[in-house]
């Protein structure tokens, strides 16, 4: 990456209808215990006509590494050709760094029946069978379109019950602060409050304050809700190119009758409308509709905002070595149940 044009890579990026935040060099910053290397492919004229950022690292036990590009590659996802030389110089990499797989997780929705085909014919093992968030990237999303829309447009396209919430947390005096990197720890605090009641593992606070350096004013934001001075909920939005996604919640066991994540929401929202965003993505729901499934609350609350539910292709493995790939994929699944586990454990008992 020497010769690369930094500046050119960026503005690709960003412009492209395909374009991810998670493929921005802002981003390669935030995963540093990753290497990076940017690839891209140009058209006669020199202009980028596709790229991915590879996020790569060893494994442990063996002399191998993994080798990711989260949303990847940017491009035309109908041009065989274009994806085929990115693919080609993957391999290339791959040789380098002795990567076992290229794992992709594009854009892309499920239905898309010409991007499957392209898949296939360039041997890429999709893998879409999960339900819930087992996977790097989340498969099912609801997104809202801003497109043409005013505050009040999309107010009114709420449900009923949104729209009450938003108001009546407002009502009860909740306030909404945009926060900065020295109220990151009072945010993790009620961010492991929130994993512990619903069982996910919680980054680092060092973790989220990189994201608000690397990121900066311009791509993030930490919304802050307080009730009667105190922190209760809080969020992390990222706005990239002509998108903005909603990347992190919390929230506290107490107060939740003043309904500070809807508040924060609309706010999320209109910071997105405010710099002429297209979409705005909710991030992952789970697949399983189900009343009875204890993500199904989840779902519920996204839904209400009237958004597109969205599944996308799902996981795509390139396999460069069988062998490697077979035993780390099982093992792969064991070790993140076992960090979950780990993670509860440790903190119920730092807490007591």
Same mark, same amino acid.
């Given at each position: 990456m020497d010769n690369f044009d930094r500046g050119k890579y960026e503005k690709f990026v960003q412009a492209h209808p395909k374009g991810h935040f998670m493929q921005s060099l802002k981003w390669a910053q935030v995963k540093s215990n990753w290497h990076n290397e940017i690839i891209t492919v140009e058209d006669r004229q020199g202009d980028i006509k596709g790229s991915m950022s590879?996020?790569?690292?060893?494994?442990?036990?063996?002399?191998?590494?993994?080798?990711?590009s989260p949303r990847g590659p940017v491009c035309d996802m +109908?041009?065989?050709?274009? &994806?085929?030389?990115?693919?080609?110089?993957?391999?290339?990499?791959?040789?380098?760094?002795?990567?076992?797989?290229?794992? &992709?997780? %594009?854009?892309? @929705?499920?239905?898309?029946?010409?991007?499957?085909?392209?898949?296939? =014919?360039?041997?890429?093992?999709?893998?879409n069978d999960s339900k819930d968030f087992e996977g790097a990237?989340?498969?099912?999303? !609801?997104?809202?379109?801003?497109?043409?829309?005013?505050?009040e447009e999309l107010l009114m396209s709420f449900h009923h019950k949104v729209?009450?919430? #938003?108001?009546?947390?407002?009502?009860?005096?909740?306030?909404?602060?945009?926060?900065?990197? =020295?109220?990151? %720890? =009072?945010? +993790?605090?009620?961010?492991? @409050?929130?994993g512990l009641r619903d069982n996910f593992v919680v980054r680092s606070a060092e973790y989220f304050e990189k994201m608000l350096d690397c990121l900066g004013p311009d791509n993030i934001r930490l919304y802050l809700a307080y009730y009667q001075g105190k922190l209760i909920a809080g969020t992390i939005a990222i706005l990239y190119g002509n998108k903005c996604w909603y990347l992190y919640g919390a929230s506290s066991n107490r107060h939740r009758n003043v309904m500070p994540n809807y508040l924060l929401q609309w706010e999320m929202i209109k910071w997105?409308?405010?710099?002429?965003?297209?979409?705005?993505? /909710?991030?992952?729901? $789970?697949?399983?509709?189900? =009343?009875? +499934? %204890?993500?199904?609350?989840?779902?519920?609350?996204?839904?209400? /905002?009237?958004?597109? !539910?969205?599944? !996308?292709?799902g996981e795509l493995d390139y396999v460069f070595n069988p !062998?490697?790939?077979?035993?780390?994929?099982?093992?792969?699944? #064991?070790y993140r149940k076992?960090?979950?586990?780990?993670?509860?454990?440790?903190?119920?008992? $730092?807490?007591?």
């Amino acid at each position: 990456m020497d010769n690369f044009d930094r500046g050119k890579y960026e503005k690709f990026v960003q412009a492209h209808p395909k374009g991810h935040f998670m493929q921005s060099l802002k981003w390669a910053q935030v995963k540093s215990n990753w290497h990076n290397e940017i690839i891209t492919v140009e058209d006669r004229q020199g202009d980028i006509k596709g790229s991915m950022s590879l996020l790569i690292r060893k494994l442990p036990l063996v002399n191998y590494t993994i080798m990711y590009s989260p949303r990847g590659p940017v491009c035309d996802m +109908h041009n065989k050709d274009t &994806i085929k030389e990115l693919i080609d110089k993957a391999k290339d990499t791959a040789r380098k760094y002795k990567s076992y797989v290229l794992k &992709i997780d %594009p854009d892309i @929705e499920k239905d898309d029946t010409k991007f499957a085909e392209i898949a296939k =014919e360039l041997k890429m093992k999709i893998k879409n069978d999960s339900k819930d968030f087992e996977g790097a990237q989340p498969r099912f999303v !609801f997104r809202l379109d801003l497109r043409n829309k005013t505050e009040e447009e999309l107010l009114m396209s709420f449900h009923h019950k949104v729209r009450y919430n #938003i108001r009546l947390a407002v009502r009860k005096g909740v306030e909404i602060r945009i926060g900065t990197k =020295e109220d990151i %720890p =009072e945010f +993790h605090r009620v961010m492991v @409050e929130t994993g512990l009641r619903d069982n996910f593992v919680v980054r680092s606070a060092e973790y989220f304050e990189k994201m608000l350096d690397c990121l900066g004013p311009d791509n993030i934001r930490l919304y802050l809700a307080y009730y009667q001075g105190k922190l209760i909920a809080g969020t992390i939005a990222i706005l990239y190119g002509n998108k903005c996604w909603y990347l992190y919640g919390a929230s506290s066991n107490r107060h939740r009758n003043v309904m500070p994540n809807y508040l924060l929401q609309w706010e999320m929202i209109k910071w997105a409308l405010e710099n002429n965003c297209d979409i705005y993505d /909710f991030r992952g729901v $789970s697949g399983n509709l189900d =009343e009875n +499934h %204890p993500l199904y609350g989840l779902y519920r609350f996204k839904k209400g /905002f009237g958004g597109k !539910f969205t599944e !996308f292709v799902g996981e795509l493995d390139y396999v460069f070595n069988p !062998f490697i790939y077979v035993i780390v994929e099982k093992s792969g699944a #064991i070790y993140r149940k076992l960090r979950r586990r780990l993670f509860v454990a440790k903190n119920r008992i $730092s807490r007591r």
